[in-house]
Nanobody, 115 residues
Framework: QVQLVESGGGLVQAGGSLRLSCAAS????????LGWYRQAPGKQRELVAT???????NYADSVKGRFTISRDNAKNMEYLQMNSLKPEDTAVYYC?????????WGQGTQVTVSS
């Protein structure tokens, strides 16, 4: 069982930066396929970025060049550095982890970008 807890959301002006953190429980962290998703009001949840157990990253086109996903296996932590934020980045951001056929989600953290 893996538990995920996000932190770091908040209100920021357009052009600003935020760093989201996700703390994970469990001894299998190193093997987890990690990701960040987001869901804006009235829209479906969408993929933001992923990172494999070996550090390979993948990004949605809408955030490429602005967001950076990373992980610290020694601390069981996952991060999302968000720069040059835009109002359309406003959403609830969710930490995600996958291992085998199991998928785990955090509770979400709100990010609001004002224009």
């Amino acid at each position: 069982q893996v538990q995920l807890v996000e932190s770091g959301g908040g209100l920021v002006q357009a052009g600003g930066s935020l760093r989201l953190s996700c703390a994970a429980s469990g001894s299998i962290f190193r093997a987890l396929y990690l990701g960040w998703y987001r869901q804006a009001p009235g829209k479906q949840r969408e993929l933001v970025a992923t990172i494999t157990s070996t550090g390979t990253t993948n990004y949605a086109d809408s955030v490429k060049g602005r967001f950076t996903i990373s992980r610290d296996n020694a601390k069981n932590m996952e991060y999302l550095q968000m720069n040059s934020l835009k109002p359309e980045d406003t959403a609830v951001y969710y930490c995600n982890a996958r291992w085998g056929v199991s998928t785990y989600w955090g509770q979400g953290t709100q990010v609001t970008v004002s224009s």
